[in-house]
């Protein structure tokens, strides 16, 4: 595939829906959720924190995850010319360059918001810029291989989000606690992003691209995947009765009881079924990372 035929224009602007569309609002909620799981578990109260909050949450989405979007698209417009050709950059929408400009605009735009809520905000959104760029960028592109590059979506999509909304909440470093539970969802959104991958296999093995899938095979990825995201569950589940609240871990032990008859399921059929666990086995997942955060909010102020 030549520079010409990646880069081919209809026009030269892009359209204002092209560049949203570009930014790929749908992939906003998983940190926009986990910001929410942040702010939530922090004992400080919403009531007079809402601009921050708000300004918060247009970090984790339209900025942040927008950003590595963005990025991941540009670097990535030769593999999605194969797998998927009617994405804004390979089908010309956004064209020439209009992709790369836009990336880094919005990672400085990012950045800015990012330093007006406090050091350890921009020290978390500072990160998640360097594993945006890292993952799809020479010379790391680390998701060239799907061990490291699902580990850094991981931490973007779920635990640094998680770590701003409750630094933001509390101006400060939060509880040794809510970093440790944000950690183990952030391990297990690994396991998502394996799922994720299922869906540009063939692509994947024709540009060389190892993702788990691509390297393993559709059946050992997918078993891969569900202990990955059955694991940490296990262990949040422990930590929340050992701490004393153990109705918030009965509640993560039933979703994850709903999630684990819907893993056999999927292990009939993977490559099939990966889209169908998506749209589930997830949403469990993330009710759980709720679940957890509510109580962490009742733990840390004493409320049980």
């Not at 089908?91 to 020439?96: A, E, L």
């Not at 391990?187 to 994947?204: P, Q, R």
Request: charged share 10%; glycine share 10%.
């Amino acid at each position: 595939m030549t520079e010409q035929i990646a880069l081919k224009a209809q026009s030269s602007l892009p359209t204002p829906g092209a560049l949203l569309e570009l930014l790929k609002p749908i992939t906003w909620f998983p940190p926009m959720w986990a910001f929410a799981c942040g702010a939530v578990s922090s004992p400080v109260s919403f009531m007079d924190r809402w601009d921050v909050i708000l300004l918060g949450i247009l970090l984790a989405g339209p900025l942040v995850c927008g950003t590595s979007q963005v990025v991941n698209d540009w670097f990535d417009r030769h593999v999605d010319a194969i797998n998927e050709p009617g994405r804004p950059i390979p089908s010309g929408r956004v064209p020439g360059r209009w992709g790369l400009y836009m990336a880094l605009v919005w990672t400085v735009l990012s950045l800015v918001v990012a330093y007006s809520l406090g050091i350890w905000v921009f020290s978390a959104a500072g990160i998640g810029m360097a594993l945006a760029w890292a993952y799809s960028a020479p010379p790391f592109r680390l998701k060239r291989n799907g061990w490291w590059g699902n580990s850094a979506v991981g931490a973007c999509y779920e635990g640094l989000p998680w770590f701003t909304g409750a630094a933001v909440m509390a101006a400060t470093l939060p509880d040794t606690k809510i970093i440790l539970i944000a950690a183990l969802y952030s391990i297990g959104a690994h396991g998502i992003m394996t799922l994720n991958d299922f869906k540009s296999i063939d692509g994947d093995r024709q540009m060389g691209l190892k993702s788990l899938p691509a390297m393993l095979g559709t059946d050992k990825a997918a078993r891969l995947a569900c202990w990955v995201m059955g694991v940490p569950q296990v262990v949040v589940i422990g930590l929340l009765i050992y701490w004393g609240v153990p109705l918030f871990g009965a509640l993560v032990a039933a979703v994850l009881t709903v999630q684990i008859y819907l893993m056999f399921q999927l292990l009939e059929s993977p490559r099939e079924k990966a889209p169908w666990y998506n749209a589930t086995g997830i949403s469990l997942y993330v009710s759980g990372m709720m679940a957890s955060a509510f109580a962490l909010q009742n733990l840390l102020d004493g409320g049980l």
